[in-house]
């Protein structure tokens, strides 16, 4: 969303009554959204008319549209990366397996659907096997679709094994799609750890080099931490023979997810 062409919200957030509250109870989801001012949020709106043209041919109202410098109100250098249906790796994709081989330190990931194809089941394996501490928060009991966890909770196992750690946040459905590595970059907006995400869906993601804005975000994930239980190796291990059934019957669907 831009408003009055200098301000941008990018985010987890919709327009329904889920976002009215705040985790308080399980009818209010978990999420996270931006506020961005400055040149990136000529970023943002080129994605909105990048839409705006699959409906419309006219791009530009002279009555309406402003073009104005963009204010510089603070220090964090931003990339606006767009992501959209097609052929091969998306924006999208390539961002996040990017991340993914750079980081040296930690990486934290907070997604609503996580569903990651093969190439990012590898580098979240690798970045492990290498000294990352990688750690994952996810939907818990409150998770509002429950053929998609299963999917994502299919290779659960896998990643244990390379020593990933994994959180189901339990009071509520957590919506938030977050990324920090080495608390240095923030990469935050719309796109999932999915499929959908990396070669569906039209998504719009900023990536923030501003270690306070980290700082904050890894506060936020230590707080969410405090309210989620960790997936334990050995006890997912012992899950019920009905629960690998289910998590087998998505593995044909998982690159639509």
């Known amino acids: 969303m831009i408003v009055d062409e200098e301000t941008g919200f990018t985010g987890g957030v919709g327009i329904a009554d889920e976002w009215k509250g705040d985790a308080r109870s399980e ?3 978990r999420d996270t959204h ?3 001012r400055g040149p990136a949020v000529d970023g943002l709106r080129a994605a909105f008319l990048d839409n705006w043209l699959e409906t419309d041919p006219e791009v530009f109202d002279a009555s309406i549209d402003r ?7 603070g220090g964090a250098v931003i990339q606006c990366v767009r992501g959209a249906s097609e052929v091969g790796w998306s924006d999208i994709s390539t961002l996040l397996l990017a991340l993914l081989q750079l980081a040296k330190d930690r990486i934290r990931i907070t997604t609503a659907y996580f569903v990651p194809d093969d190439e990012l089941i590898g580098q979240l394996s690798a970045a492990s096997d290498r ?3 990688v750690e ?4 818990g009991p409150h998770g509002d679709k429950r053929f998609v966890q299963l999917a994502g909770q299919a290779i659960y196992e896998q990643l244990l094994e390379h020593g990933v750690r994994i959180w189901h946040y339990q009071p509520t459905m957590l919506h938030a799609k977050i990324m920090t590595v080495d608390g240095l970059v923030a990469n935050v907006g719309s796109a999932n750890f999915n499929a959908r995400s990396t070669e569906l869906d039209e998504e ?3 990536v923030a ?4 804005l980290v700082r904050q975000l890894d506060r936020q994930f230590d707080v969410d931490l405090e309210r989620s239980e960790e997936i334990q190796p050995g006890r997912w291990e012992d899950r ?4 690998r059934v289910l998590e087998g019957i998505t593995r044909p669907l998982r690159h639509k997810m």
Not at 136 to 139: A, H, Q, R, V, Y
Not at 209 to 212: A, E, H, M, S
Request: charged residues 25%; without cysteine.
């Open 136 to 139: 994952i928060l996810l939907p």
């Open 131 to 133: 000294g990352v501490k």
């Open 67 to 73: 073009f104005p410098d963009q204010p510089q109100p």
């Open 204 to 206: 719009i993601n900023l």
């Open 209 to 212: 080099l501003d270690p306070d």
């Open 240 to 243: 019920s023979v009905g629960r």
């Open 34 to 36: 931006f506020r961005v």
């Open 27 to 29: 009818d209010e989801w």
